[in-house]
């Protein structure tokens, strides 16, 4: 992860790479501006060659961790491990020369560029180059190793997670279920001592780029400063917290009543491995168990994609025609040509979804092991969200190459997405009828199940990190604050006491790939005001959740004006640019799931809510 492309994050968010060209003056080097002070002209000069250096270095670097995780072998390991050194290195080289500047007075494009600059690497190396080299390699080493990990039950009986993932969404039976959960997470031990390492290295890299540690260069993204981030997170979380806990209510009382109380405690968190998901992080696969008695007409999109005969390809055809709809441009043909939609039978690759632009033109491509269901049609929507929003700022110089705010990155596909309503089902011939109003609290619970559910998640897998990041929580206690944080935010628990040895974190794909992660939390929150602010332009005056902005160019328009900006302005002007306000606020979630929220407390009315807090 480090491109400025994310390329080689390979998420789409994150960084620039490195070098430039002949070096910058800096306060050493200078010879032209008298007594070597540096003027603001130098630092436009240093700009314009240190995006130009990086350019050349990005394309490289992006097809070598393309290579790698479509291919994971030691060889592809071997280059893109040099490769992503190299850049890495030259651009925290660049980025020490940006801060050179911190005292010059420049205009407000030169210092947004050289912030830009400061922050762009996601693990900074050090200077030196035994250490940068190994940091390069531990990265590459942990993706490797959570993309080929697997979970074998014999010597001859062993499942790949996309397998797993799939038994923990259908399976009922709880003794499989933990099975899968504890199998999957045999993949970590092994990352445990590599991570702790990493975060040595990178704590030293962040510290000779000025920073306390990777924790304050991560928060420092957000157009604020660093150390008032985490309060407008709590802030928003504190809005929603109401809708979370009456769902985890429900949740809990509906599970309790199919698996027993003994096995669902009614006055503790949730047993992890009963909710659908891998990671408790979604809960939409456990419908069937939780949804209203009544009988109620919810379409499933997994059986729709069935009975129509669409194959993967077909389903991210169609996802295309969304975007078209809108007045987007179709996606090149090299997209079709060098994607990678099915996982090989040949070879071991990175699965885990990921959408990249390698060079800055036109060469974008998605890489998933497409599964054919109705989660990852959605998933596929949120791929090329990403792409999109690539292709929309490529024209920017390259330091405004990238998302508002990582959140508006992840936030794109799933806006799209949210409009994959049942009047937009039948418009595509996926179902036959649209169920009226008197339905809506299945769709919306189905809704609800996968984005309010996974709020705490988004916000507590940084929670952790940071806390990792500053050196608070050491290696021992990884997995004890790991659980602390997950029982604390979601009521969830570990259904089985972990062993010492445990690094749970390790068994989901950001901590070892290194992505961070509140950008999903922002996500969940900024799509819904993103939908609401184009369900608007396009003139949908209904229900929100009814709403589909399919084949509005009025929206298409407006969305596009806010992707082509790029990060040339602060998240809250982009924002501005699309809703009217700057602030991001969860009044729009709220809305959306008003009247469940409504049915959730009188389901709940007699009912024992919470989990004690163990902080
Ligand atoms: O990692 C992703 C995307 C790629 S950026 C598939 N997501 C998070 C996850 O899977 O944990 C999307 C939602 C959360
Ligand atoms: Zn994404």
């Avoid at 850049?87 to 830009?116: G, I, M, P, Y």
């Avoid at 608070?472 to 006491?497: S, T």
């Avoid at 992660?517 to 396009?538: G, M, S």
């Amino acid at each position: 992860m480090k491109t400025i492309k994310l390329k080689v994050s390979m998420i789409a968010a994150a960084m620039v790479l490195g070098g430039c060209q002949p070096a910058p003056k800096t306060n050493n080097t200078d010879t032209t501006a008298p007594d070597n002070v540096l003027t603001a002209e130098d630092a436009k000069q240093f700009l314009v060659d240190a995006q130009h250096e990086i350019e050349k270095m990005q394309l490289p670097a992006a097809q070598a961790s393309w290579s790698y995780a479509t291919n994971i072998n030691y060889d592809t390991a071997a280059v893109d491990a040099y490769l992503s050194e190299k850049l890495s290195s030259r651009v925290a080289e660049l980025a020490k020369q940006a801060a050179d500047f911190n005292q010059v007075e420049v205009d407000a494009d030169t210092r947004r560029k050289l912030d830009l600059m400061r922050y762009s690497l996601t693990m900074p190396p050090p200077a030196d180059e035994k250490k940068s080299a190994r940091l390069a390699q531990i990265g590459s080493e942990l993706g490797g190793m959570y993309g080929k990990g697997k979970y074998c039950r014999s010597e001859d009986e062993c499942f790949s997670l996309s397998q797993m993932s799939g038994f923990m969404a259908e399976s009922r039976d709880p003794d499989l279920l933990l099975e899968y959960w504890k199998g999957w997470r045999d993949v970590a031990p092994p990352m445990k001592a590599m991570f702790a390492e990493q975060v040595e290295l990178a704590n030293e890299g962040a510290h000779e780029l000025g920073f306390e540690n990777v924790s304050e260069l991560w928060r420092s993204k957000y157009d604020m400063p660093a150390a008032e981030f985490p309060a407008a997170l709590d802030k928003t979380w504190g809005q929603v917290k109401p809708l979370y806990d009456a769902l985890h209510c429900h949740v809990r009382a509906k599970l309790g009543e199919y698996y027993g109380e003994d096995v669902v405690r009614q006055d503790q968190a949730i047993p992890a491995h009963l909710l659908g998901n891998m990671w408790a992080q979604t809960w939409g696969n456990i419908y069937e168990l939780v949804k209203p008695t009544q009988k109620l007409q919810v379409p499933d999109v997994t059986k729709a994609l069935a009975d129509k005969g669409y194959d993967e390809i077909k389903m991210v055809k169609q996802a295309e025609s969304f975007f078209s709809s809108l007045g987007f441009a179709p996606l090149p043909e090299t997209f079709w040509e060098r994607s990678l939609f099915l996982k090989p039978k040949d070879r071991e690759v990175v699965c885990h979804a990921s959408a990249w632009d390698l060079d800055d033109k036109d060469d974008l491509r998605i890489k998933m092991c497409i599964q054919k269901t109705g989660e990852e049609f959605n998933v596929i929507h949120h791929e090329l969200g990403h792409n999109y929003y690539q292709r929309a700022y490529k024209n920017q110089p390259l330091l405004y190459r990238g998302s508002a705010n990582d959140g508006f990155h992840e936030a794109i596909g799933d806006t799209i997405a949210l409009s994959i309503t049942p009047k937009y089902l039948k418009q595509i011939g996926l179902i036959d009828t649209i169920p009226d109003e008197s339905n809506d609290i299945g769709m919306l619970l189905k809704v609800a199940l996968d984005k309010i559910a996974f709020l705490p998640f988004g916000l507590m897998v940084d929670q952790w990190r940071w806390k990792v990041l500053t050196g608070e929580v050491k290696p021992e206690d990884y997995n004890k604050v790991w659980w602390q944080l997950r029982e604390h935010y979601q009521g969830v628990k570990a259904p089985i006491e972990r062993s010492a040895d445990a690094f749970d974190p390790g068994a989901k794909y950001h901590v070892p790939g290194n992505v961070p992660y509140t950008r999903y939390f922002l996500a969940h929150i900024l799509q819904f005001q993103f939908h609401k602010a184009l369900c608007e332009k396009a003139g949908d005056t209904g229900s929100i959740h009814r709403c589909s902005i399919y084949g509005s160019k009025e929206a298409g328009d407006a969305l596009n004006n806010m992707l082509s900006m790029g990060q040339s302005e602060t998240w809250q002007t982009a924002l501005q640019s699309l809703t009217g306000s700057p602030e991001m606020d969860a009044t729009a979630v709220l809305d959306y799931f008003a009247p469940l929220k409504q049915w959730l407390d009188e389901q709940n009315a007699n009912r024992n809510c919470g989990w004690p807090d163990n902080t």
